[in-house]
């Protein structure tokens, strides 16, 4: 199963336009990573955390 991308793990301070183009292709990337995991679980694994494939487009945004 691929893993989860932490925030923190990635995060640090940037400033100016480098730095905001840079948290947005690391934003990108964590939802395609945070996607594609959880389009690998099955529908029972993830009703077990509470979500249905519905949920996977709007929850992997809010990370």
Do not use: Q
Not at 32 to 54: H, M, N, P, Q, V
Request: proline fraction near 0%; charge should be neutral.
């Amino acid at each position: 199963m691929a893993t989860l991308v932490s925030k923190s793990a990635t995060h640090a301070a940037h400033h100016g336009v480098f730095g905001k183009v840079f948290d947005s292709i690391v934003h990108a990337y964590r939802v395609r990573k945070t996607e594609a995991a959880l389009y690998a679980l099955d529908d029972r694994e993830l009703a077990d955390i509470g979500l249905s494939r519905g949920d996977i487009h709007n929850v992997s945004r809010d990370i």
